[in-house]
């Protein structure tokens, strides 16, 4: 996962690229932000309806293995400055019109490669969930309202491994923050470091976590850096120049 899919840029300005229903000029159409509520209002209420039932969790312990990334979805949400932030993990069924309405945003595109129909994005996804647990991809919630995609993967197990000194239990994150809402507002450093915070707090055996944006994306990496991932090296990926950004364990109360 850590070399085929960058992490889209994750915050405002011309790194806001995941913002969805985005005109031409950056800023929204109606039609566009009519379509991203309703599919939001359609999620909600799955969402709610599963919790109401208590069907989540025992769903997602049932279909997934949490030997080597535990159980996301089970980790206390964090409290952060744009509100309750928690991980949902990504359940098909449920999830993919959102998911593929995301990934269908041209500037979300030019990173992910998964623009198409609904199938392209499942065939990405089922990759993951019928894998062996190296790689969990989530939903991110915000305040109830599902607003960005991650996946949380072993770097030390993936690929990437072969083009940095990785370390036992490297955890990688990729991400694209979704919804007109969220643009400009700092929310992609915000929900970075909450996730870096969950996954250190949460998966004791890892020391470090990393993410390894497009070299070129500045408003990517400086994202990276507000949210307290440190500049570590240029690495060359088959499919990009990277910037290897690392948060951690051990400074992560000094930045």
């Not at 359940?91 to 993919?96: G, I, K």
């Not at 269908?104 to 499942?122: K, M, R, Y």
């Not at 020391?207 to 070299?215: H, K, M, T, W």
Request: with cysteine; aromatic share 6%; net charge negative.
């Amino acid at each position: 996962m850590g070399t085929r899919r960058p992490a889209a840029p994750p915050d405002g300005g011309a790194g806001e690229i995941s913002a969805v229903g985005g005109a031409p000029d950056g800023g929204s159409t109606g039609v566009e932000d009519t379509l991203d509520l309703k599919l939001t209002e359609e999620l909600l209420g799955l969402i709610a309806g599963e919790r109401n039932t208590g069907a989540t969790h025992a769903r997602d312990r049932s279909g997934a293995s949490h030997e080597l990334l535990g159980d996301p979805g089970a980790w206390p949400p964090a409290t952060t400055a744009a509100g309750e932030f928690g991980l949902l993990p990504v359940r098909p069924e449920r999830d993919l019109p959102v998911l593929s309405r995301w990934m269908n945003d041209p500037a979300v595109a030019a990173f992910w490669e998964l623009a198409g129909p609904e199938s392209v994005t499942a065939d990405h996804l089922r990759t993951q969930l019928e894998g062996d647990g190296r790689s969990i991809p989530c939903l991110g919630v915000l305040d109830g309202t599902p607003v960005s995609y991650w996946e949380i993967y072993r770097a030390d197990l993936d690929p990437l491994a072969r083009h940095y000194p990785a370390r036992p239990h490297d955890t990688g994150v990729h991400l694209l923050i979704g919804g007109v809402n969220n643009r400009g507002r700092g929310v992609g450093t915000t929900l970075l470091r909450a996730v870096a915070d969950l996954v250190l707090d949460n998966l004791p055996r890892c020391g470090r976590v990393v993410a390894e944006p497009d070299l070129r994306n500045t408003p990517s990496v400086s994202a990276f850096l507000s949210a307290g991932f440190r500049f570590s090296a240029e690495v060359d990926l088959p499919d990009k120049r990277a910037a290897l950004m690392i948060r951690d364990r051990t400074y992560r109360a000094q930045l």
